[in-house]
C-alpha cells in the first residue's frame, strides 16, 4: 500500500512496528517509519522541502499546528456547530456532488489534509460509502480520519494509484506548492481527476504553518498540466471584507473573542452577498479559489502553454 516517500518503492513491514525502505540505492538517511496506534510515520524528515522536525511521542502526535483534536467525536460537535453558526458553502457542496456523481465503484481516492473532514464534503461521504470507493488520507497529526502521517511534499504512493484526489485548504500551509502538485499529478492515474481549494485574500491563519496566497489565474498556473473542468471562486468578495475586517478590528482592540463574534454575526450575510454579487468581482477579490480538473495524457502530450493571460476571467478585462 505505502511506498518510500522519497524513492518511491515498495515498503517493507518490520515486526508490525515500522516500515522499512528496502531500496539499497534510496537516499534518505532514516530509511525506517513507524508505525504508532496503528497509523505509520512517514515522514522523509531532513529532506529539501519538509520542514516538519522529528519530534513526538505517542501520546502526542502532531507536526503542524498545535491547535487540533484527535478526537472523532470533537471534531464531529466542532463541525456541526460550525455549519449552525456559518452555515454551508453552496459552491464547495456543488462541487463535491460532482466529484460523488463521477466516482465509479471501486475507485480509490486519496486526501491530503484529511485529519478534519472537509466543509461541503457530508454527501461526497455517504455516496463513497454507498459505492464502496476506498479512502485514504493523510495529515501532519493523528487523527481517527487518517490511514497515513505523511508530507505532502513527499507522497508516500506508487505512482497512478488514485482516480480522485482531493487537497482543501492545504496548498497555504506548505512551502513548496508546485512540488506538492507535481506529487499530486503522479499518484493519479489517466483521466484522474484532482480538485483543490485554497485561500486567496485571507489572513494568516495556523500562524507560522502559513506561507502562500493564489489569485484566480495564479492558482489555475499551478494546475497548468491538467484540463480544467471548473475553477473560480468558493468564496467571493464579501467573505473577504469579513475575514480581513474582523482580523483587523480585533487587533485593533487587542481582543481575539471581537474578532470571532464578528464572524459568527455576520458569516452568513457574507455568503448571501458572495452569491449576488458578481463572479468576476469575486474573482478578483475571492476569499478563496478552487480549481477542479483532470489528468489527462492527451492534454499533457499536446505540450502547450495555458495562455494565462487570456485565461483570466475577472472584472479589470478593457
Not at 94 to 120: C, F, P, R, V
Not at 146 to 174: C, G, K
Request: net charge positive.
Amino acid at each position: 500500500m505505502f511506498a518510500c516517500p522519497n524513492c518511491k518503492e515498495k515498503l517493507k513491514l518490520v515486526k508490525s512496528s515500522h516500515l522499512q525502505c528496502i531500496n539499497k540505492s534510496c537516499l534518505l538517511p532514516k530509511k525506517t517509519f513507524p508505525i504508532i496506534n496503528k497509523i505509520p510515520i512517514l515522514i522523509p524528515f531532513n529532506l529539501e522541502d519538509c520542514i516538519l522536525q522529528d519530534s513526538y511521542s505517542e501520546n502526542f502526535i502532531n507536526f503542524g499546528s498545535k491547535k487540533r483534536d484527535a478526537s472523532n467525536i470533537k471534531m464531529k460537535i466542532k463541525k456541526i456547530i460550525r455549519d449552525l453558526i456559518y452555515g454551508k458553502n453552496i459552491k464547495t457542496i456543488k462541487n463535491y456532488k460532482y466529484l460523488a456523481d463521477h466516482l465509479k465503484k471501486d475507485s480509490k481516492i486519496l486526501i491530503i489534509g484529511g485529519g478534519t473532514i472537509g466543509s461541503g464534503s457530508d454527501y461526497f461521504f455517504s455516496m463513497c460509502k454507498k459505492k464502496a470507493i476506498k479512502i485514504d488520507s493523510i495529515d501532519v497529526y493523528f487523527s481517527q480520519n487518517i490511514t497515513a502521517i505523511a508530507d505532502a511534499h513527499y507522497l508516500p504512493f506508487e505512482n497512478e494509484s488514485y482516480e480522485l484526489v482531493i487537497i482543501q485548504a492545504v496548498l497555504e500551509h506548505v512551502i513548496n506548492p508546485n512540488r506538492v502538485v507535481e506529487e499530486m499529478y503522479r499518484i493519479l492515474k489517466n483521466n484522474g481527476i484532482v480538485y483543490a481549494e485554497t485561500p486567496f485574500m485571507q489572513c494568516v491563519h495556523e500562524g507560522p504553518y502559513d506561507f502562500t496566497r493564489f489569485s484566480h489565474s495564479g492558482h489555475r498556473w499551478l494546475f497548468k498540466k491538467f484540463k480544467e473542468i471548473s475553477s473560480g471562486a468558493h468564496r467571493g468578495a464579501f467573505s473577504s471584507i469579513l475575514f480581513i475586517s474582523s482580523y483587523a478590528i480585533a487587533g485593533l482592540l487587542r481582543n481575539k473573542t471581537i474578532g470571532i463574534l464578528i464572524r459568527i454575526a455576520f458569516t452568513r450575510l457574507s455568503k448571501f452577498l458572495d452569491l449576488i454579487n458578481d463572479d468576476k468581482s469575486n474573482i478578483d477579490v475571492a476569499c478563496g479559489t478552487y480549481f477542479l480538473g483532470i489528468k489527462s495524457n492527451d492534454y499533457s502530450n499536446e505540450k502547450k502553454q495555458i495562455k494565462i493571460v487570456t485565461f483570466y476571467k475577472g472584472a479589470q478585462k478593457k
